[in-house]
């Protein structure tokens, strides 16, 4: 079971799986506005919202890692395309998708690019697929164009800044006008690191969740260097079991600041803010 999250115009959009892939919108208080939408995979078969974004012309984008395929649907689950290799190799671009586990939209307009991150051991593991003009174009690991990305799970950004979220190799790297600026890790405080998804906060500072059965959420500095330990790993609130997701609603100050994280299976999104302090979870979210 996997959960994943997107954060639009102060409306916060859950990805989950169980029978079948959805999305649903929540605001940050926990009450839900919309079931966005449900989707199997072909044939009836097993679909995932593995990652999930919204880009500025509100449209959804699901990466489903089960499908090895990315989907796009209106706001109101109006199915809008549908991306696979078969497609892509239709357009001379196959061996790009993989099984997209992770995507972010960057740009708008001709300068639109989705970053599509796919699982395993891959040397084109990050992708951007232009929506508008241009050409696709990838990030290389530590640089080297022979070197390979060690199981990507998470992606963010922010300005110039790319932050690619390594899970086997335990550590996150750091693209800066796509090309390769530095990599970290959690040091000693975290022991088997295993970075799943990261929130940039525009400031340099950024968030990473740690994936493990008893997970934490982590605050780095702009140099990599741990700061803050705002969540650790535990069933209860406040707590967090094998989290998946985070994004995070810049405020005034850390205080004002919202993050949500998505944990349990994906049956649970909890809220906090950057002093660490939980507001609580969804009530009954993931209930039947």
Not at 45 to 53: D, E, K, L, Q, R
Not at 140 to 162: I, K, S
Not at 205 to 214: Q, S
Request: proline share 3%.
């Amino acid at each position: 079971m996997h959960g994943s999250l997107a954060l639009f115009e102060g409306v916060l959009y859950v990805g989950s799986e169980a029978r079948a892939a959805e999305v649903r919108a929540f605001d940050l208080d926990g009450r839900e506005l919309a079931h966005v939408v449900t989707f199997e995979g072909e044939d009836g078969g097993a679909a995932a919202a593995s990652g999930i974004a919204v880009d500025e012309d509100h449209r959804l984008w699901v990466a489903d890692a089960i499908g090895e395929r990315l989907l796009a649907f209106s706001l109101f689950g109006q199915r809008l395309a549908d991306v696979d290799e078969t497609a892509l190799a239709a357009r001379g671009r196959s061996g790009e998708l993989g099984a997209p586990i992770a995507v972010i939209s960057t740009g708008s307009d001709d300068e639109q690019r989705l970053w599509v991150a796919s699982k395993g051991l891959r040397r084109y593991a990050v992708r951007a697929l232009p929506l508008g003009s241009g050409k696709p174009t990838s990030l290389r690991p530590g640089g080297d164009p022979d070197e390979l990305f060690h199981g990507v799970r998470g992606l963010a950004h922010a300005g110039d800044f790319l932050y690619v979220c390594e899970s086997v190799a335990g550590r996150v790297q750091v693209f800066r006008d796509e090309r390769f600026h530095f990599a970290f890790d959690a040091g000693s405080r975290v022991q088997r690191f295993f970075p799943v998804a990261a929130a940039a906060l525009g400031d340099g500072r950024v968030l990473v969740v740690h994936g493990a059965e008893d997970g934490a959420l982590l605050l780095f500095d702009a140099g990599g260097r741990l700061r803050r330990v705002l969540a650790e790993g535990g069933a209860e609130e406040g707590r967090l079991r094998a989290p998946n997701d985070v994004v995070v609603e810049p405020g005034r100050d850390d205080r004002h600041t919202r993050i949500a994280v998505i944990d349990r299976d994906g049956t649970r999104v909890q809220v906090f803010n950057l002093e660490g302090r939980c507001y609580g979870r969804f009530p009954d979210f993931g209930a039947e």
